[in-house]
Antibody, heavy 125, light 110 residues
Framework: QLQLQESGPGLVKPSETLSLTCTVSGGSISSSDCYWGWIRQPPGKGPEWIGSIYYTGNTHYNPSLSSRVTISVDTSKNRFSLQLTSLAAADTAVYYC?????????????????WGQGTLVTVSS | QTVVTQEPSFAVSPGGTVTLTCGLNSGSVSVGYYPSWFQQTPGQAPRTLIYTTNSRSSGVPDRFSGSILGNKAALTITGAQADDESDYYCALYMGNGIWVFGGGTKLTVL
């Protein structure tokens, strides 16, 4: 059974950069049939898709966050990472990583098949 | 800006049927948006119930079903149970790898 585990700081100061890592176990991050994504959920609000990466390094970002987001993949360590710069209080959220299945051939993502348990990140001085 | 709309709250009696909807501020939802539905209880990660409009995730009871109703995606729960009381979110695929989530529906079973 594939599992995803987020790790990173729980508290970050305003204006600083958040770095989170999602470690994949029970499967290979180099699978050709999926993307690896980050989703966040502010307290009391709905989820927000941040972005996704294919094992080759091809990325897609939420246009509203794209100027501050970088997602990268490390196939040797079977993990992928999120960097979010210029943090503000509005970035306080639970951050989830997920495996998003993609259709063969077209590579259109279509199914959030696995989710990590999430990690709470608080932006505060 | 694309906004995915959901009813803020809904109530259903135990054993009853409820249909939650997922719309777009800028047009109609079709199967091409790969509508997905998620269930979330407090403190837990979202659980994917439905993907590509009407495909159920493994282990999801068949009382949960997805469809397109009119110009919206819909999640129908038939024979609601107490433990269906949760927040329900939908997400739509906008193309170019981009997904947009709705604000969620809080379902009460009473």
């Amino acid at each position: 059974q594939l599992q995803l585990q987020e790790s990173g700081p729980g508290l970050v100061k305003p204006s600083e950069t958040l770095s989170l890592t999602c470690t994949v176990s029970g499967g290979s991050i180099s699978s050709s049939d999926c993307y690896w994504g980050w989703i966040r959920q502010p307290p009391g609000k709905g989820p927000e898709w941040i972005g996704s990466i294919y094992y080759t390094g091809n990325t897609h970002y939420n246009p509203s966050l794209s100027s501050r987001v970088t997602i990268s993949v490390d196939t040797s360590k079977n993990r992928f990472s999120l960097q979010l710069t210029s943090l503000a209080a509005a970035d306080t959220a639970v951050y989830y990583c997920a495996r998003i299945a993609a259709a063969a051939g077209s590579l259109r993502p279509y199914y959030f098949k696995y989710w990590g348990q999430g990690t709470l990140v608080t932006v505060s001085s | 800006q694309t906004v995915v709309t959901q009813e803020p709250s809904f109530a259903v009696s135990p054993g009853g049927t409820v249909t939650l909807t997922c719309g777009l501020n800028s047009g109609s939802v079709s199967v091409g948006y790969y509508p997905s539905w998620f269930q979330q209880t407090p403190g837990q990660a979202p659980r994917t119930l439905i993907y590509t409009t009407n495909s159920r995730s493994s282990g999801v009871p068949d009382r949960f079903s997805g469809s397109i109703l009119g110009n919206k995606a819909a999640l129908t729960i038939t024979g609601a149970q107490a433990d269906d009381e949760s927040d329900y979110y939908c997400a739509l695929y906008m193309g170019n790898g981009i997904w947009v989530f709705g604000g969620g529906t809080k379902l009460t079973v009473l």
